[in-house]
């Protein structure tokens, strides 16, 4: 029985990096994190120490730099697809690339009732993600967002589950449901305004969370990636995390009061999580590696 080097990538992770447009007067800023693996033919680099076709990743992230001094980065998907094509393209023995964006949300702040040119304001931990594969001239992209945190005080149940020896959770009609989403969507193809879709997306899905009378999370997820789906014929699936971030209503009748669901603790863990994948019925499922890390 023989002993052979399997899947392997290597890369930059995290490339912390702001753009600042100073093109005018009134600003703009791009706040990235940026990682980047390459495949390709590595394997006398493992078996012999043959660096031949390792191009550093401290070149690698001197490009995610140049790149972004070269051309304004724009939407992320695109500055991705620059990155990875360039790589797979120049670097000798690299057949495929995988570029990883998370980009941070920056508000302008207001003075007399007008956002300032070059003051900004950081007002939540969303995140907008892409994740592009470059498979020799194959280009495939998955968008998304994460920890984008939602609640709604009222329109959710749980109710009708099975129940022994080891439940103690009550039944409830009226309940606080609350999550931190994170949700990505892979597009069909790469001919997508990424800004007005990504838009769109989010847009749909946080209605579709607000106007669903929710007997379960499940339910809600299915009807956040199906408005979505319905909305965006260019998107193939929706895979959503949604963490159930549990509200427990607080006993006040040791001191004589009636809580009619207005006082609550809010526990950050244990809690459940939810997770699933809202596909077409008639395209093919991609590889679970589109998704995950590390991505084999």
Known sequence: MGI??????????????????????????????????????????HLTGDNGNVLPTDTQKNTVYAFAKEAPIG???????????????????????????????????PVGGTGHDHSFARSTDEKRTTAVTIDGDQAHVVSGLKDLIVLKSTGSEFWGYPKDKYTTLAETNDRILATAVTARWRYLHTDVDWGKSFESIRATMLEAFATTHSLALQQSLYEMGKAAM????????????????????????????????EVFFAADRPYGLIEGVVTRDDVEEAPQAWYSLPQF
């Not at 000798?92 to 980009?103: F, K, N, P, Q, S």
């Not at 699936?237 to 001191?255: A, G």
């Open 4 to 45: 052979v080097m399997g899947p392997n990538q290597y890369g930059k992770a995290e490339v912390r990096i702001v753009s600042v447009n100073r093109d005018n007067a009134r600003h703009t800023i791009k706040d990235l994190n940026v990682s980047s693996s390459l495949r390709g033919d590595l394997d006398s680099a």
């Open 75 to 109: 939407e992320i998907e695109d500055f991705a697809l620059r990155l990875g094509r360039h790589f797979v393209g120049t670097a000798d023995g690299i057949t495929g690339a995988r570029i990883l964006i998370d980009e941070y949300s920056w508000e302008r702040i």
């Open 230 to 261: 319905e909305k965006h014929p260019e998107v193939a699936e929706v895979r959503l995390s949604l963490p159930n971030k549990h509200h427990f209503l607080v006993d006040l009748e040791y001191c004589g009061l009636e809580n009619n669901n």
